[in-house]
């Protein structure tokens, strides 16, 4: 976790740095008081406490507002309800009916087989519109494509965006709408013409540090974020010439992600999950090439390994950071 921010970020807005299993923190303070942008993943519920409490010195927070309700953006949103009354938080409209009937599937906490715990909102996030974050209109923008509900923040006269996971400095966030057999490439791809039209000089994104240039009066997006869209634009051609890779990387950011949240787990329990996890059972069932679901889990870990990001100790799967 880190607090740097470079480059320079606008007056009163401050990254707080997570990782992979809980999204960054934007903290604004200005004359309309103290607001955060995504709340992390539920398990680290209390360091997110700490480290926002720690960052306002004793003062309230005001607002809460989520990019989008993934779980690792928004589980943090019950924590911080409960630790500030009077916190009003505002959502992306495509979300509300499911939150207000708390539809696990419609939210995808149940289909990815992660955890998120029930919270309320108070207001939307309406594309087209603006939101006041320290003392800046921000315009709010439509962001499918890793989520179709997502939305981007994007502070004109800085030229500051706030991308959620649209827009990392290597890439993007799984195209979730894909693995439902829904279309989802198409829209990551006019998102990130959107970004390009917008022209940011810093973008502060979901997970990994913030990236740009301190100074940029050129007409296109500052350097460092042109080469993070041409970095998205190659990985998203990639994905539309092979949707199969597509898919494997997904099914490998879900193991992944729960290793993250367990750190060390035996393989039969991580067996015993998978079988219980919508997205993993239907494809399986609809690409596993007649191989068993035990067998065709197997690989996914095998690959796993592989890469570097998990190993072995024994029957224990362990996190390699």
Not at 243 to 272: E, I, T
Request: charged share 20%; hydrophobic share 45%.
């Amino acid at each position: 976790m880190s607090e740097e921010r470079h480059p320079p970020l606008p007056a009163g807005v401050r990254v707080l740095e997570r990782g992979w299993l809980s999204a960054n923190h934007v903290l604004c303070e200005g004359p309309q008081g103290t607001a955060l942008v995504d709340s992390g993943y539920v398990t680290h519920a209390a360091q997110t406490l700490a480290l926002v409490e720690r960052a306002l010195g004793g003062r309230p927070l005001d607002r809460l507002l989520n990019t989008h309700l993934h779980s690792d953006h928004c589980g943090g949103n019950t924590a911080l309800q409960a630790r500030y009354p009077g916190l009003r938080t505002a959502i992306p409209p495509g979300a509300a009916d499911a939150v207000r009937a708390w539809d696990e599937e419609r939210l995808s906490y149940r289909a990815t087989g992660q955890d998120c715990a029930r919270f309320t909102f108070d207001a939307l996030l309406i594309p087209g519109a603006t939101v006041t974050l320290a003392g800046r209109a921000w315009q709010i923008h439509a962001a499918p494509g890793h989520d179709p509900d997502a939305v981007m923040l994007f502070d004109p006269l800085s030229r500051t965006l706030i991308s959620g996971d649209a827009l990392w400095q290597h890439g993007f966030g799984v195209v979730f709408p894909e693995l439902q057999g829904e279309p989802g490439f198409d829209a990551v791809a006019a998102t990130l013409d959107l970004i390009e039209r917008l022209a940011p000089c810093v973008v502060i994104p979901g997970h990994g540090s913030p990236f740009g240039a301190a100074t940029h009066r050129g007409a296109g997006p500052a350097a460092p974020v042109a080469a993070a869209l041409a970095v998205a634009r190659q990985r998203l051609q990639a994905f539309f010439a092979d949707p199969a890779r597509h898919r494997r990387h997904a099914l490998k950011v879900l193991l992944k992600f729960k290793l993250l949240q367990w750190q060390r787990q035996s393989l039969a329990a991580v067996q015993d999950w998978a079988r219980g996890v919508p997205y993993l059972v239907r494809l399986h069932a609809s690409h596993g090439g007649g191989q068993s679901f035990d067998t065709w889990l197997q690989a996914l870990i095998d690959d796993l390994c592989a890469g570097g990001a998990a190993r072995r100790d024994g029957d224990m799967l362990v996190d390699s950071g």
